[in-house]
């Protein structure tokens, strides 16, 4: 979990593919409005993000009704967010994973990719939406100020620990 342009996508497929998990790109469960939305440089707002939480959280649980592990890209951004997402699994061992850089390396990362709907524009609005989490159940803290390697070292180190 993060903002735009902390590596989820990277790190995430990365991470699924070195523990034997699914991977599944949260973003592709936006509805089409907001992908849209974001594309033309609009923040999304709660109720936007609702379906989308729906559609994460309907993945957790159908991974763990298949007894399958998965790992899902999802910016998750606020604890009701998180917290729907543990409900929606029925907080059976779903963990997150926070990606956290300081803005200017976001920021950078951003304008280093091509081909994806967010603009850098929607960086701040992201930053002022984040609740970083600090004494969630089941969640670690990984920055992402090193390689995606690296990142997924300590990502698997720090679940481990869970």
Same mark, same amino acid.
């Not at 592709?28 to 974001?38: A, D, F, G, I, Y």
């Not at 543990?86 to 926070?98: L, M």
């Given at each position: 979990?993060?903002?735009?342009?902390?590596?989820?996508?990277?790190?995430?497929?990365?991470?699924?593919?070195?523990?034997?998990?699914?991977?599944?790109?949260?973003?592709e469960l936006h509805p089409p409005e907001n992908?849209?939305?974001?594309?033309?440089? +609009?923040?999304?707002?709660? #109720?936007?993000?609702?379906?989308?939480?729906? $559609?994460?959280? +309907?993945?957790?649980?159908?991974?763990?009704?298949?007894?399958? &592990? &998965?790992?899902?890209?999802?910016?998750?951004?606020?604890?009701?967010? $998180?917290? +729907?997402?543990?409900?929606?699994?029925?907080?059976?061992?779903?963990?997150?994973?926070?990606?956290?850089?300081?803005? &200017?390396?976001?920021?950078?990362?951003?304008?280093?990719?091509?081909?994806?709907?967010?603009?850098?524009?929607?960086?701040?609005?992201?930053? #002022?939406?984040?609740?970083?989490?600090?004494?969630?159940?089941?969640?670690?803290?990984?920055?992402?100020?090193? +390689?995606?390697?690296?990142?997924?070292?300590? #990502?698997?180190?720090?679940?481990?620990?869970?």
């Amino acid at each position: 979990m993060g903002v735009s342009g902390s590596g989820k996508s990277s790190v995430g497929s990365r991470l699924a593919s070195q523990i034997g998990a699914r991977f599944v790109e949260g973003d592709e469960l936006h509805p089409p409005e907001n992908v849209r939305k974001m594309e033309s440089g +609009t923040p999304l707002d709660d #109720a936007d993000r609702s379906p989308w939480l729906e $559609r994460v959280g +309907t993945c957790l649980r159908q991974a763990i009704d298949a007894h399958d &592990a &998965a790992v899902v890209a999802c910016s998750a951004l606020k604890r009701s967010y $998180r917290d +729907t997402l543990r409900e929606a699994a029925g907080g059976e061992g779903v963990a997150f994973v926070y990606l956290e850089g300081d803005r &200017a390396l976001l920021a950078r990362r951003m304008s280093g990719r091509s081909g994806h709907f967010m603009p850098t524009k929607l960086l701040d609005s992201q930053l #002022a939406t984040l609740e970083v989490p600090h004494d969630e159940p089941r969640t670690i803290t990984v920055s992402v100020d090193q +390689t995606v390697e690296q990142i997924v070292v300590d #990502a698997i180190q720090g679940l481990r620990g869970l």
